[in-house]
């Protein structure tokens, strides 16, 4: 841990070295806050200790400060609150309004997959608990507070502010510009959250702000580029033609907070221009479809990128409401597994860590003729990650199941900026940060883009550790 002599700092205790469980922490004139409190999603017993532990006591943080609603930011607030904390968490209005959704749903989850793993598992007499429930939920959903995009939301009594601006990567979404004292001057701290590319299906790119002394940047991809959005319908309908000639199943694992809705729209545009063959659409996760009418709510304001807003109001109805099957019941869900493809099957979690997907996955996974279609990033240790890295053998519920089904990556589909984006992001601030930090990124993408700026002539780049704290001067 490094050495800090002017009384600001900075520390790193999620997303430092993996993607999942974002948690820094700044501290600042005797104030702490907390930025983005996001659950680790790995192998079960790491995941479940670095949950559970957090760099100060809930008690004394001062403010929380949320990026955005994906609960790899968000997750791991209700634990945050059932263990006392008492500092309000801000974020903008959208953000409120999803995260009200995913972390009750997330709580369900949690209570109905252990609730199925234990019965699986009573004769061995294992048994696992959620990490909280919905009660930690809605403690945690009443210290929201919700702030205008651009607007200074002063905390910890008005020595530190923070401004939320459009980070462009879903709905809600915003990078957090920190203002606050060190010594007698003051310095700028933006945490990038997740940035949107610069051409994206959905959001508007996002805002780049000017004079920042210290960056705290994502780097998901840091180490690649995209693949060009237009080419995804092409893609798609082949995997459809596929299915349809083989009567198979092609299920999507997909976050509920924007992939859904970029691949409903896809297949929406596909269908009126009449590129996607006729096969039932099913959304099987209940929260996608209450995400997707906050979709609708929002769907004019600012936070949209202008060619999707004049679709929608060409199309009256972007995000299928019409004619896609939204699956409600758990009696709906399980029956899907009990008739013919062909059909597609969009359901939580995009990782195959929980929710609805996992039983899809279990009863289709033998089949030749099913295909699984990854299109967003899987995290190391995840069910996910397993699948996208061709394993022939599976846990699912703790039962070992063949992988005989097609397993195939789209990466059209990110809401993550890749390198070209972050590099044209970095290049776009006014002048180079003092530091800049490199969070949310596995180890080779974030060595590979500090290498990146480096070549750049930008030097002053750190990857840091988990738990390492560094001097904000």
Same mark, same amino acid.
């Given at each position: #841990?490094?050495?800090?002599?002017?009384?600001?700092?900075?520390?790193?205790?999620?997303?430092?070295?993996?993607?999942?469980?974002?948690?820094?922490?700044?501290?600042?004139?005797?104030?702490?806050?907390?930025?983005?409190?996001?659950?680790?999603?790995?192998?079960?017993?790491?995941?479940?200790?670095?949950?559970?532990?957090?760099?100060?006591?809930?008690?004394?943080?001062?403010?929380?400060?949320?990026?955005?609603?994906?609960?790899?930011?968000?997750?791991?607030?209700?634990?945050?609150?059932?263990?006392?904390?008492?500092?309000?968490?801000?974020?903008?209005?959208?953000?409120?309004?999803?995260?009200?959704?995913?972390?009750?749903?997330?709580?369900?989850?949690?209570?109905?997959?252990?609730?199925?793993?234990?019965?699986?598992?009573?004769?061995?007499?294992?048994?696992?608990?959620?990490?909280?429930?919905?009660?930690?939920?809605?403690?945690?959903?009443?210290?929201?507070?919700? /702030?205008?995009?651009?607007?200074?939301?002063?905390?910890?009594?008005?020595?530190?502010?923070?401004?939320?601006?459009?980070?462009?990567?879903?709905?809600?979404?915003? #990078?957090?510009?920190?203002?606050?004292?060190?010594?007698?001057?003051?310095?700028?701290?933006?945490?990038?959250?997740?940035?949107?590319?610069?051409?994206?299906?959905?959001?508007?790119?996002?805002?780049?702000?000017?004079?920042?002394?210290?960056?705290? #940047?994502?780097?998901?991809?840091?180490?690649?580029?995209?693949?060009?959005?237009?080419?995804?319908?092409?893609?798609?309908?082949?995997?459809?033609?596929?299915?349809?000639?083989?009567?198979?199943?092609?299920?999507?694992?997909?976050?509920?907070?924007?992939?859904?809705?970029?691949?409903?729209?896809?297949?929406?545009?596909?269908?009126?221009?009449?590129?996607?063959?006729?096969?039932?659409?099913?959304?099987?996760?209940?929260?996608?479809?209450?995400?997707?009418?906050?979709?609708?709510?929002?769907?004019?304001?600012?936070?949209?990128?202008?060619?999707?807003?004049?679709?929608?109001?060409?199309?009256?109805?972007?995000?299928?409401?019409?004619?896609?099957?939204?699956?409600?019941?758990?009696?709906?869900?399980?029956?899907?597994?009990?008739?013919?493809?062909?059909?597609?099957?969009?359901?939580?979690?995009?990782? /195959?860590?929980?929710?609805?997907?996992?039983?899809?996955?279990?009863?289709?996974?033998?089949?030749?003729n099913t295909t699984i279609l990854i299109v967003?990033?899987?995290?190391?240790?995840?069910?996910?990650?397993?699948?996208?890295?061709?394993?022939?053998?599976?846990?699912?519920?703790?039962?070992?199941?063949?992988?005989?089904?097609?397993?195939?990556? #789209?990466?059209?589909?990110?809401?993550?900026?890749?390198?070209?984006?972050?590099?044209?992001?970095?290049?776009?601030?006014?002048?180079?940060?003092?530091?800049?930090?490199?969070?949310?990124?596995?180890?080779?993408?974030?060595?590979?883009?500090?290498?990146?700026?480096?070549?750049?002539?930008?030097p002053q780049t750190v990857c840091p550790d988990?738990g390492q704290t560094f001097d904000l001067e």
């Amino acid at each position: #841990m490094a050495e800090t002599t002017s009384g600001a700092k900075i520390g790193f205790f999620g997303a430092a070295g993996e993607v999942t469980g974002s948690r820094h922490l700044i501290e600042a004139n005797g104030k702490k806050i907390l930025l983005d409190c996001g659950m680790f999603q790995g192998h079960r017993r790491e995941s479940i200790d670095k949950n559970r532990s957090f760099p100060v006591r809930p008690a004394d943080l001062d403010a929380v400060l949320l990026s955005h609603a994906h609960i790899d930011h968000c997750g791991g607030l209700p634990l945050l609150a059932k263990k006392g904390l008492k500092a309000g968490i801000y974020c903008t209005a959208a953000t409120k309004d999803l995260a009200s959704i995913m972390l009750m749903d997330s709580a369900r989850l949690q209570e109905a997959d252990a609730k199925f793993f234990n019965k699986v598992h009573q004769a061995e007499g294992i048994r696992i608990d959620p990490l909280y429930t919905e009660e930690d939920a809605k403690l945690a959903l009443n210290k929201f507070k919700a /702030c205008d995009p651009g607007a200074e939301a002063h905390l910890a009594g008005g020595t530190i502010s923070a401004k939320f601006l459009n980070a462009g990567h879903v709905l809600g979404s915003a #990078m957090v510009l920190v203002n606050l004292p060190v010594g007698a001057e003051r310095r700028r701290v933006l945490y990038s959250g997740d940035l949107g590319r610069r051409a994206s299906i959905l959001m508007r790119s996002p805002e780049i702000p000017r004079d920042v002394d210290y960056l705290v #940047m994502e780097t998901t991809y840091g180490d690649r580029l995209h693949e060009p959005v237009d080419d995804a319908e092409a893609r798609l309908e082949t995997v459809i033609k596929r299915a349809i000639a083989e009567k198979g199943k092609v299920i999507i694992p997909s976050f509920a907070l924007e992939r859904a809705q970029e691949i409903i729209l896809i297949l929406d545009k596909m269908l009126r221009s009449g590129a996607a063959q006729d096969i039932p659409v099913y959304v099987d996760s209940p929260m996608t479809l209450s995400i997707t009418e906050l979709f609708n709510k929002y769907k004019d304001t600012f936070a949209f990128d202008d060619r999707f807003k004049a679709y929608a109001e060409m199309d009256g109805d972007p995000f299928g409401f019409d004619y896609i099957n939204y699956v409600r019941t758990k009696e709906e869900s399980q029956a899907l597994n009990e008739t013919d493809g062909p059909m597609i099957i969009i359901s939580a979690s995009g990782m /195959c860590e929980g929710g609805r997907v996992l039983h899809h996955l279990r009863n289709n996974i033998d089949k030749e003729n099913t295909t699984i279609l990854i299109v967003g990033y899987q995290a190391q240790g995840t069910l996910g990650r397993r699948l996208q890295d061709g394993a022939n053998k599976v846990r699912i519920f703790g039962l070992e199941h063949d992988v005989a089904a097609r397993i195939e990556t #789209m990466h059209f589909f990110s809401s993550h900026a890749d390198k070209g984006d972050l590099l044209a992001f970095v290049k776009g601030l006014s002048r180079p940060p003092r530091k800049i930090f490199l969070v949310h990124g596995d180890p080779k993408d974030r060595a590979a883009f500090a290498e990146t700026l480096k070549a750049e002539g930008i030097p002053q780049t750190v990857c840091p550790d988990f738990g390492q704290t560094f001097d904000l001067e």
